[in-house]
């Protein structure tokens, strides 16, 4: 992108950052294929 990455898409970013772990700690995240394979294949707590 010429001249980088502009504040207006830092904060869109940051913004969507914030609202999916909201989302996700209130457990209302829509759950995908690569979080079923964490579950299944990440480290055991």
Known sequence: ??????????ACLLEN???AA??????????TETDDFRTEHGPKA
């Open 1 to 10: 992108v010429p001249g980088g990455v502009g504040p207006m898409t830092i």
């Open 17 to 19: 950052t914030v609202k």
């Open 22 to 31: 909201e989302s996700r700690r209130s457990g209302t995240a829509l759950q």
